[in-house]
């Protein structure tokens, strides 16, 4: 498995999760990441993209000054930050990666070619 996501579960409404994608790509820093989600009867879509050094974000509209995206490279995981969660934020949350150069992101799902499992946020009202 070359990007393992963890860390979802159930929260209340305004509550707080960290969810984790756990990577076996070398070298991890060379890979541009973006986190999706998919929620019942819905298409995917983007939610927010570092940069392989971690000095580029972008975010999705819905979660800005909500979701924080951070990386640490030397332990090859990525940290999604979800605060002040909703009931429209329940969805299965997926990692992706990517070659890219040093400052480049992508909102585009067809953008990148390596996939998690996903994992499952539940936040009730």
């Known amino acids: 498995v070359q990007l393992q996501a963890s860390g979802g579960g159930f929260v209340q409404t305004g509550g707080s999760l960290r969810v984790s994608c756990a990577a076996s790509?070398?070298?991890?820093?060379?890979?541009?990441v973006g986190w999706f989600r998919q929620a019942p009867g819905k298409e995917r879509e983007f939610v927010t993209t570092?940069?392989?050094?971690?000095?580029?974000?972008d975010y999705a509209n819905s979660v800005k000054g909500r979701f924080t995206i951070s990386r640490d490279n030397a332990e090859n995981t990525v940290y999604l930050q979800m605060n002040s969660l909703k009931p429209e934020d329940t969805a299965v949350y997926y990692c992706?990666?990517?070659?890219?150069?040093?400052?480049?992101?992508?909102?585009?799902?067809?953008?990148?070619?390596?996939w998690g499992q996903g994992t499952q946020v539940t936040v009730s009202s």
């Open positions: 570092i940069s392989g050094p971690g000095r580029v974000r």
């Open positions: 790509i070398r070298p991890f820093g060379n890979y541009a």
């Open positions: 992706a990666a990517r070659l890219a150069n040093s400052g480049e992101i992508y909102r585009r799902d067809d953008s990148y070619t390596i």
